[in-house]
């Protein structure tokens, strides 16, 4: 299926396509923190955005370019993102710092998720994909990697997350200045953590939850509003399929999340998958990529068999516009690893094991990369309150 050609987006497109690019320092979004200086967009489609960084030498000034460059390039009609690096004059910067200042002195935080956390969603268009085996697998790489992943089951009619993750128990509380705040039950996977909620730990694993949109939605927003997350590498938060009511008050809560779209091979799976995607971008939601899920069977003889046909990653990846990060191959292990609650990624040795660790590696290094907290912005911060507070 050939893609959909749209015309160039306007400027005000791009800039709440913009408001998802945080500078993880302030925990704002650069719109709001008024570091975009000018959007053009010409007739080709090709965006040119201006931002202005607080100093020349920022050392977060490659994971900002980076993050304007996609959140700019997943637009549909752009063809194409120049992103120019400036610096702000001294009445722009105590601006700034005015404004940072009164955040984090008079408003409170929207989420308890830290703006450095990168949150990637995991989402697909119908059920039965193994959208939750991916999240799972992912979050037990990505913690194998060393890093500090927290793991959202924001589906909550469905919850899986727990038992895939070998996790029981009840989640617990603490009383803060914050007020009660939930504790996310931990597992440590080497070097790495995860730290996990799911409605799984509520609920029995065979008790029904019977509950509509807006409750549905509240759910979700508890647990980003009122869950001790700590600090994060990454969120994965595992969707309902679909397009429904947690989807859109994820976009309208957190922003800044970036969408993984799972599939299969089949053409209709790919079909209903990209609704997915447009329902992320009516909401301004980077797509970051595709993952295709039960791929080719490979026997004991080493011949493959596409089982459920073949190149539906691809073919989706090419329609949207955006990146395949990887192929998961059919096989039975990642079913009895979830059934035990050792995801197989953990056993190694083996293609499937090997297409996890090689996602959650793309990840890291390509898709959406962590944070590295180098402190420009920091710094500045400090000296501007030091100063502000010797002032008689």
């Known amino acids: 299926m050939a893609p959909t050609r749209v015309g160039p987006p306007d400027q005000e497109t791009v800039r709440n396509a913009l408001r998802g690019v945080i500078d993880p320092e302030l925990g704002d979004n650069v719109v ?18 201006e931002v202005a960084l607080t100093i020349a030498g920022c050392p977060l000034r490659t994971q900002l370019r980076d993050d304007v460059t996609a959140r700019v390039g997943a637009v549909p009609g752009v063809a ?3 992103v120019r690096m400036g ?22 935080p929207v ?35 060393g890093l500090t992943v927290g793991v959202l089951d924001a589906d909550i009619w469905g919850f899986s997350i727990p038992r895939m993750l070998g996790l029981e128990g009840r989640i617990s509380g603490e009383r803060t200045e914050a007020g009660p705040k939930i504790i996310p039950l931990e597992k440590r996977i080497g070097t790495g953590l995860l730290k996990v909620v799911s409605m799984g730990f509520l609920a029995g694993e065979d008790e029904a939850i019977m509950w509509r949109g807006l ?9 980003l509003e009122d869950v001790r997350w700590g600090d994060m590498d990454y969120l994965l938060i595992d969707m309902p399929p679909g397009t429904g009511d947690v989807q859109m008050g994820l976009a309208r809560m957190l922003p800044r999340t970036e969408l993984l779209v799972v599939t299969t091979p089949p053409l209709a799976a790919q079909l209903v998958a990209t609704r997915v995607v447009d329902m992320a971008r009516k909401g ?20 493959a068999y596409p089982l459920f046909g073949s190149g539906g990653g691809e073919r989706l990846a090419g329609e949207v516009g955006v990146p395949l990060i990887g192929s998961v191959p059919l096989d039975p292990a990642v079913a009895a690893g979830g059934d035990a609650g050792s995801p197989v990624v953990l ?4 293609p499937v094991a090997d297409a996890f660790v090689a996602i959650a590696k793309k990840l890291v290094t390509e898709v959406s990369p962590v944070v590295e907290m180098s402190g420009c912005t920091a710094r500045m911060m400090e000296r501007v309150e030091a100063a502000l507070d010797a002032k008689p």
């Open 347 to 350: 056993a190694g040795d083996s």
């Open 215 to 223: 409750m549905l939605n509240r759910a979700v927003q508890h647990f």
């Open 87 to 108: 610096e702000m004059n001294p009445d722009e910067r105590s601006a700034l710092m005015a404004r940072a200042r009164w955040r984090a002195r008079e408003g409170a």
């Open 80 to 82: 194409g993102v120049k």
């Open 32 to 49: 709001d923190l008024e570091m975009v200086r000018s959007v053009e967009v010409g007739e080709d489609g090709q965006v040119v955005v």
């Open 284 to 303: 301004f939601l980077r797509v970051a990529g595709v993952v295709e899920n039960m791929s080719a069977f490979t026997c004991e003889h080493g011949t």
């Open 111 to 145: 989420t308890e998720i830290p703006a450095r956390t990168r949150v990637v969603a995991i989402a697909s268009g119908k059920g039965g994909v193994g959208k939750s085996s991916v999240t799972a697998n992912l979050a037990a790489a990505l913690a194998g990697l």
